[in-house]
């Protein structure tokens, strides 16, 4: 078989490295236990003798001198490492771990999503150290239309529909990034991946839980023939479609999967939305990413529409503050600064100049925006190699498996970024029009030191939440020292709406509600009250749900990258050597 094949090729290459170290970390966490008792959400070790905790693990920590790699799931990050170990740079390892994830977490990710990513660039003989940000965010088809979807009475555009559909940027993004990073073959980088999708791979827990959410729709009869009859059994599914796809893509680039088998099912699913010229329009840009200093460093994101700019406007209003990471006072200086800054989200969108935003001067030509719902499926995947290069990819579905739409053949999902980047409101920035990038939640992080030497890579899902996310965890590791494991363990807090709805739990900033605060239960009921006391309702939501986000973070210390999974993630692979 092309998989133990491939896998005695893999550990054939590890055991002749006689200098290195291969090590993965596999976090597991037990079931969630609602009956879990309040008084006993105060500190990690005492959870640990004191009963069952909601999907509770601590959080491990690995130092490694050379390479590094996380994500969310060990088949990938061992792919990456695999590709770190014969030659590959940062950016094979991070292609070749999302492409095993677009496999493997099809729920999460995938071929029919989007992707964003910053690459750092250490200093050489060619010029200083740099940060280059690269967009993948494809647009709404040329048929894309508010006026038809008003017309038939929404007010808001269906997950499902067609127009909660854009072109997938993930696959051009890939490109995109191996053509100026890459150093092995795309066919090597995408090769673990092909096997996995063809030899099978075993289906996680999250997978077969997700999958009931389409259960029973067309797009699941592939999953669901492997997935359907799940009960104390781990089947090794098979994506032959998917398969086809990414060979296609190894061999003809851009053309084998735009211009395709799964370009052409692509095409008739969207039923007019998506035109020739949509799909053969390139979608990946290299842009300025947008900077600033904060805590010593600098901070470093994506540019507009993505939402990075949100962390950074928080931050900033943190410099010079003395709070010690976790107390009372910790959390409400960030839930303020928060608050301050949440007028930004009025620009949150595409073709605005969002340094003007930060620096407080925004013209008052510069048209503001309604906030929608965003999607809480997406991934992040960080890879540094032995040279110094560094790179951190964010990639989503939008939803659990996007829109719910498949091609039937390839079977792969496409996200509903449409849907949770567009709205329907006449004149607005973000209304649905055609060939519009939608705006986007994905927020990857780097920071350097006053050196210019990297310091921190960072990236999370969490759907609107994924600023606050990052803010936190980067105050805890670069202002007040903690080490990752302690950041990713902290008790999170979350701006949050109790709107029900198919998009529901994502639409925080909808509306002129003010939007209710929540924090994970493990926090220490003493510091629970005196944020109540002090700011008014705090709601406790399950300790170390992947709710609550689902984290990476690597900070440089003492020569050695250290890397941590995050406990919320149900199986979190960190590798390297």
């Known amino acids: 078989m092309q998989a133990n094949r491939l896998k005695s090729r893999i550990n054939s290459a590890d055991s002749t490295a006689k200098s290195t170290k291969l090590a993965v970390i596999l976090i597991l966490h037990p079931l969630y236990h609602a009956d879990y008792p309040a008084n006993r959400r105060n500190r990690p070790w005492q959870r640990l003798f004191l009963g069952p905790v909601p999907y509770f693990s601590p959080s491990f920590s690995e130092l490694f001198p050379n390479a590094a790699v996380s994500s969310i799931d060990p088949l990938a990050s061992q792919a990456a490492v695999h590709l770190l170990r014969n030659g590959g740079s940062a950016v094979d390892a991070a292609i070749g771990a999302n492409a095993v994830l677009s496999v493997t977490a099809p729920d999460q990710c995938g071929l029919g999503g989007d992707l964003v990513a910053l690459v750092y660039s ?19 088809g040329s048929g894309a239309s508010a006026e038809f979807l008003r017309a038939d009475g929404h007010r808001t555009i269906p997950r499902s529909s067609l127009g909660a559909l854009t072109v997938p940027g993930a696959v051009d993004g890939w490109l995109a990034l191996h053509h100026k990073f890459g150093k092995l073959r795309l066919d090597q980088v995408l090769e673990i991946a092909v096997s996995y999708a063809t030899d099978g791979f075993p289906a996680s827990s999250r997978l077969r839980r997700n999958f009931e959410q389409i259960r029973g729709l067309a797009s699941g009869a592939e999953l669901g023939g492997f997935l359907g009859t799940m009960a104390g059994t781990t089947p090794l599914v098979r994506r032959p479609g998917v398969a086809r796809t990414l060979l296609a893509i190894s061999k003809l680039g851009r053309e084998g999967f735009y211009a395709g088998e799964f370009g052409a099912e692509l095409m008739k699913l969207s039923d007019g939305v998506f035109r020739p010229d949509d799909l053969a329009r390139p979608i990946a840009r290299f842009a300025t990413p947008l900077e600033a200093n904060i805590f010593g460093h600098v901070l470093t994101t994506n540019p507009a529409p993505s939402a990075g700019f949100l962390i950074l406007g928080a931050l900033a209003q943190l410099s010079g503050t003395t709070a010690t990471a976790g107390d009372a006072n910790w959390y409400i200086e ?10 930004m989200r009025g620009y949150h969108h595409d073709n605005v100049d969002l340094a003007s935003v930060l620096a407080g001067t925004v013209s008052p030509n510069v048209v503001r925006t309604h906030t929608v719902s965003a999607g809480p499926d997406t991934t992040a995947i960080t890879a540094i190699d032995a040279n110094g290069l560094a790179v951190v990819i964010v990639q989503s579905n939008g939803h659990a498996f996007g829109s719910r739409l498949a091609t039937p053949d390839t079977n792969i999902f496409i996200h509903d970024r449409g849907a949770v980047g567009f709205n329907l ?36 899902m969490g759907g609107d939440r994924q600023p606050s996310i990052l803010a936190q965890l980067i105050t805890a590791t670069l202002r007040d020292r903690s080490e990752p494991s302690d950041a990713l363990v902290q008790p999170r807090f979350a701006f949050t709406s109790t709107s029900v709805g198919d998009l529901s739990g994502f639409d925080t900033y909808d509306g002129t509600q003010e939007p209710a605060i929540t924090c994970e ?14 700011i008014g309702v705090v709601t406790p939501t399950p300790a170390f749900s992947p709710e609550s986000g689902v984290a990476h973070v690597t900070l440089r210390r003492s020569n050695s990258w250290i890397i941590a999974a995050d406990p919320r993630s149900e199986a979190a692979g960190i590798a390297g050597y």
């Open 521 to 534: 239960e493990h926090l220490s009921s003493s510091i629970f009250d005196e944020l109540i006391g002090r």
């Open 122 to 140: 250490p200093p050489s003989s060619r010029g200083p150290a740099q940060v280059q940000s690269l967009q993948a965010i494809g647009t709404s």
């Open 425 to 460: 409101i006449a004149g607005d920035a973000n209304e649905l029009k055609p060939k519009a990038r939608p705006r986007h939640t994905l927020s990857p992080m780097m920071a350097q030191d006053a050196n210019g030497d990297l310091a921190l890579v960072a990236g999370t």
């Open 334 to 343: 960030l839930i303020e600064a928060f608050r301050t800054t949440s007028w």
